[in-house]
């Protein structure tokens, strides 16, 4: 690695060189010329290093990836500057540089890479070269993701000439770890239905499924098979458990769709290069719902690398490109999946909030309106429904969800999460009546979720209805949820409205903890500070309460009230919703 302490010494060393007067010794001068350039590339590289790590840290990864390609160039045994170069590489999906850059590291470099090591696997079985990939994947790993991994793409590879190895291999891949472990099971699972033993692999899949480990790709194994045994009711009701507690996934919304037609697909069968893939694919995203970084586009790089059709990778990595706020790259991957994928309908919905989240809205709900109107597909008629919420446009929003849930009655089923859309919907246009009516049916549906429980016991307790009620659906609810700074203040908040000022403190203070940089909570804290004569910590409350707050807009303007004349003189609570 580069030094600090190197460079200093480099320029030092240069800045003597220049100062001695010209040698007319052709040799000396000559050996002084190649010290200045070596000093001169030397300090170049320092530089590039300083550019790419700021851009690593500044969410540039184009300008990371350019600079660590430079160094790696000249620094070819630098392990650590290899690994930032390949890592940033496969960031920006450009799976080739990345090899290309993993395969100029030494062997013995190498053997100390996880990252070059799995990138080269990976290009090896992607060119049918599986002496070469096993080279890379056997021996030690430093990191437990990475030997997990590299176990999965091991048995892969051997599958085709011994099955039984292979599924062995697989089904202890993932170790002690809860999730990899899950994984690794349910791969072998699929392992089993690929290799004609249907009756162990449905065995396998079952004993998963009562374990609760229900991943999309063990549950479409589990459908299929018990179709093909003539037990199709049971398989769609597998999957209705599976939409209805996990959600929507576009390939089983697809089965669905076609065990309800009486077509029996078989299970598919995988390829070295893409159960490769596969492999690679589900343990990242079995930990990509951990991860609000765009970390796992690393990795879902890989598996498009053996499997460039795996359109559910494509979405997964356009939604991490999504969080990092990387939109034209997480855009482009999202185009180049085709009308005919069974992810395009899904992909344009992620579009369309692509759009909105950079303040495009009129395409937003062009680009959702439009493929509706293709599809008349129920999970973008949800997404428009909530497109509209985002917007404040309640009325919209509740019109489309009723749609939905009009077009689910048809059909016998009840979804608590759109009566519960529905219903704040409602609530926010001022039809209290009506949104309780939604609210209790969600509750219903779904008795034990705390944001039901929140939402309507903090709707009573605002309005003055059914107080002690109230306040116990919302105690119970933070049972459920104590780590909610949401739920925490509406406890806070439900108390100021029945004037139990030092418990509201005692609950917004914890609520401010949780979710220090939330304005409307921080705004309540004031509140209550001011109401139990607590002045000036009100102030500053009220003060944080603005750095949070976008200027001009309502709430920005009644928070600067209370800071000019106190609360006395404005309406307490101006600055919230009532509801969240």
């Not at 769609?236 to 089965?255: C, E, H, M, Q, S």
């Not at 069968?269 to 990509?288: C, F, I, N, Q």
């Not at 809205?361 to 008349?376: G, I, M, P």
Request: hydrophobic content about 40%; glycine content about 6%.
């Amino acid at each position: 690695m580069l030094r600090v302490s190197v460079l200093l010494c480099c320029i030092a060393l240069l800045s003597a060189c220049a100062s001695r007067p010209t040698s007319s010794d052709p040799i000396e001068a000559l050996k002084r010329a190649q010290l200045e350039s070596k000093i001169r590339a030397e300090a170049q590289d320092y530089a590039r290093f300083t550019i790419a790590r700021y851009a690593e840290l500044t969410g540039d990864p184009i300008t990371a990836a350019e600079n660590y390609a430079k160094l790696v160039d000249r620094a070819r045994d630098d392990v650590a500057i290899a690994e930032r170069a390949i890592f940033a590489s496969l960031l920006i999906n450009d799976f080739q540089t990345a090899a290309s850059k993993a395969g100029r590291l030494p062997d013995d470099k190498l053997a100390k890479a996880d990252l070059a090591r799995i990138t080269l696997a990976v290009e090896a079985i992607s060119k049918g070269r599986n002496k070469n990939a096993i080279g890379h994947l056997n021996g030690p790993w430093n990191s437990p993701f990475h030997s997990v991994m590299a176990r999965s793409l091991l048995a892969w590879v051997a599958f085709e000439a011994d099955p039984e190895a292979a599924i062995s291999l697989q089904a202890g891949a993932g170790d002690n770890d809860p999730i990899l472990s899950s994984v690794a099971r349910t791969l072998a699972a699929v392992m089993l239905a690929n290799s004609n033993h249907p009756e162990k692999a449905l065995e396998q899949l079952e004993t998963l499924w009562d374990e609760q480990i229900r991943f999309a790709i063990g549950v479409d194994a589990l459908a299929r098979l018990l179709a093909t045994e003539g037990e199709t009711e049971k398989a769609l009701a597998r999957l209705k458990v599976f939409r209805d507690t996990i959600g929507r996934n576009p390939a089983l919304t697809d089965l669905t769709a076609r065990l309800e037609a009486d077509q029996i697909p078989a299970p598919p069968t995988y390829t070295t290069r893409a159960g490769a893939a596969l492999a690679v694919y589900t343990a990242t995203a079995a930990l990509a719902d951990q991860s609000e970084t765009d970390l796992p586009a690393v990795y879902f790089t890989l598996a498009l690398a053996l499997d460039p059709d795996l359109h559910a990778a494509r979405t997964l990595s356009a939604r991490a490109l999504d969080n990092a706020q990387r939109f034209e790259e997480a855009e482009a991957l999202l185009a180049a999946i085709p009308e005919s994928s069974i992810y395009h309908t899904n992909a344009q919905g992620q579009l369309a909030w692509i759009k909105r989240r950079q303040g495009q809205n009129v395409e937003a709900l062009r680009l959702a309106n439009a493929t509706l109107e293709r599809t008349n597909d129920r999970n973008i008629r949800i997404q428009l429904a909530d497109l509209y919420q985002s917007l404040d446009r309640h009325g919209e929003a509740a019109f489309v969800l009723t749609q939905v849930i009009e077009a689910d009655k048809l059909e016998g089923r009840y979804d608590w999460r759109l009566f519960f859309a529905r219903g704040a919907a409602r609530e926010r246009m001022g039809e209290w009546p009506r949104a309780e009516n939604d609210l209790q049916t969600a509750r219903g549906l779904n008795p034990g979720n705390a944001t039901i429980l929140n939402y309507l016991g903090y709707g009573w307790i605002s309005r003055g209805m059914n107080l002690d009620e109230g306040l116990e659906l919302i105690e119970q609810a933070l049972r459920l949820n104590p780590r909610s700074g949401a739920i925490t203040d509406s406890l806070g908040w439900a108390h100021y409205q029945l004037g139990n000022y030092d418990r509201a403190v005692f609950y917004l203070e914890r609520a401010t903890e949780l979710s220090p940089q939330d304005p409307e909570i921080l705004d309540h804290l004031g509140d209550a500070y001011w109401q139990v004569g607590r002045y000036t910590e009100a102030g500053y409350q009220w003060q944080r309460a603005l750095l949070y707050l976008e200027t001009g807009t309502s709430e920005h303007t009644a928070t600067q009230s209370k800071l000019s004349t106190g609360l006395n003189a404005v309406e307490p609570s101006a600055t919230g919703q009532d509801l969240r």
